[in-house]
């Protein structure tokens, strides 16, 4: 929790540093998010389930995959900041529903 929080402050002193919040809306955030998103779609396109696996083993390829994925979470964050969202009480919210949506087999 105290990675997050750090991050979290990081990333907004990052932001506020430059002004970026005074240009970006929740709509400008949302979209910038699914542009990073279909980013990391991209690196996966043309895989097999198999060779996409196999990236695990390949450096510089997972990398790629950690930075895309770096960039939606950081837009994840300042859109949740934007919507006066706390992101991880949400998340928390949205386990205990799925979790009393789709019960774990007994067994």
Do not use: C
Not at 26 to 37: F, G, Q, R, T
Not at 62 to 73: I, M, P, Q, T, Y
Request: charged letters at 30%; proline letters at 5%; a negative charge.
């Amino acid at each position: 929790m105290e990675r997050f929080e750090a991050y979290d402050e990081a990333l907004k002193d990052f932001v506020n540093s430059r002004g970026w919040n005074a240009f970006q809306s929740p709509k400008d955030l949302a979209m910038a998010m699914a542009v990073e998103s279909a980013e990391v779609l991209e690196i996966f396109q043309w895989l097999t389930p198999q060779q996409s696996l196999s990236l695990r083993e390949m450096p510089e390829r997972k990398r790629a995959v950690a930075h895309e994925l770096a960039d939606v979470l950081n837009y994840l964050m300042r859109l949740a900041w934007a919507m006066d969202i706390d992101i991880l009480d949400a998340a928390r919210e949205k386990l205990e529903i799925n979790i009393a949506r789709f019960p774990a087999p007994e067994q």
